[in-house]
């Protein structure tokens, strides 16, 4: 299911510090309860986790529990924080992960698609971003 995202600057104090990611129209019945702490990741490009097992709770048990989705090898960078909104969320990603651009750069709109994967001993429904690639998170290239 291909989704609209949202990545908003985060600027304090004139500086760029990371950037906001807003998932919208994923609930359109209503948010289901969600955990707060999720894990962004790379497999060709970023992808943030929506849901996980409850017990997969830290870096470690993520890289231990989902070392592929879909096949292709994950890099679980960190662990983000998500925020419930209406129908979507949003998630903060800091400049350790997302090289934050200037302080004049301007809202971006892509698409994401949102994704199952199965496990022994449970699942994940992530969203992929295909406009942030390795070049992006390595700062080769800019976000636009």
Not at 41 to 49: A, D
Not at 113 to 125: L, M, P, Q, V
Request: with cysteine.
């Amino acid at each position: 299911m291909n989704v609209p995202i949202s990545l908003c600057p985060h600027i304090d104090k004139e500086k760029p510090k990371g950037y906001y990611i807003t998932a919208q129209r994923l609930f359109p019945e209503g948010q289901p309860v969600i955990f707060r702490q999720q894990f962004a990741g790379y497999m060709n490009h970023l992808i943030l986790t929506l849901a996980h097992q409850s017990t997969w709770n830290t870096l470690l048990k993520m890289v231990l529990h989902a070392p592929l989705l879909d096949g292709v090898p994950v890099n679980w960078l960190a662990p983000i924080k998500q925020y419930r909104m209406g129908t979507g969320v949003r998630f903060y990603l800091p400049g350790s992960i997302l090289k934050p651009g200037s302080a004049e750069d301007e809202k971006i709109e892509t698409m994401g698609i949102i994704r199952r994967a199965w496990f022994k001993s449970g699942d994940i429904i992530y969203v992929d971003i295909p406009l942030i690639d390795a070049n992006v998170l390595l700062g080769k290239k800019e976000l636009k």
